[in-house]
T-cell receptor
């Protein structure tokens, strides 16, 4: 069973804080993704990575950065959290060339 | 550009009624289309993909390239089908999925 694990289910942070969201997968997948999920907006891709140290911007990268130092771990960084970044964040991974993406359980981030 | 449109935010039906969740896409090449589902308090998971032409949990979806649609259908809805459904597209040569805004299906007894 593929496991994609996000380090926190719930996070509350203050405006201006630097926030790290961690994601680990155990199936040696090349591709990893960060989405945010908002009611009425669906899933929007923030960043993705198709290899270690490689990253590409998704549709809404502003205010975010990512790090992929090891194949199994993909971190999402909010450099200076703002209230409009309050959302559910979903991490996913997939094998290169494979169609199915496996998702983590999500991190609900609230910025106050 | 790749775009997925799900026009209905909420679809409410009674148990045993037929269900059709609409999905239209915009893509100039030959896309791969998927339906993902998220049950309450569970993670998002793949329901079905167009290339396999399979029926999963009684759901089917046919890719209509002329109408650029990939509607999800089930002849008799069950209460356990209540969930959030997302249509997704992957373009040729791309690794990422583009999702629609989702449709919440509510099946009442």
């Amino acid at each position: 069973d593929v496991k994609v694990t996000q380090s926190s289910r719930y996070l509350v942070k203050r405006t201006g804080e630097k926030v790290f969201l961690e994601c680990v997968q155990d199936m040696d997948h090349e591709n990893m993704f960060w989405y945010r999920q908002d009611p009425g907006l669906g899933l929007r891709l923030i960043y993705f990575s198709y290899d270690v140290k490689m990253k590409e911007k998704g549709d809404i990268p502003e205010g975010y950065s990512v790090s992929r130092e090891k194949k199994e771990r993909f971190s999402l960084i909010l450099e200076s959290a703002s209230t409009n970044q309050t959302s559910m964040y979903l991490c996913a991974s997939s094998l290169s060339g494979e169609v199915e993406a496996f998702f983590g359980q999500g991190t609900r981030l609230t910025v106050v | 550009a790749q775009r997925v449109t799900q026009p209905e935010k909420l679809l409410s039906v009674f148990k045993g009624a037929p269900v059709e969740l609409k999905c239209n896409y915009s893509y100039s090449g030959s896309p791969e289309l998927f339906w993902y589902v998220q049950y309450s308090r569970q993670r998002l998971q793949l329901l079905l993909r167009h290339i396999s032409r399979e029926s999963i949990k009684g759901f089917t979806a046919d890719l209509n390239k002329g109408e650029t649609s990939f509607h999800l259908k089930k002849p008799f809805a069950q209460e356990e089908d209540s969930a959030m459904y997302y249509c997704a597209l992957r373009g040729t040569g791309f690794q990422k999925l583009v999702f629609g805004t989702g449709t919440r299906l509510l099946v009442s007894p």
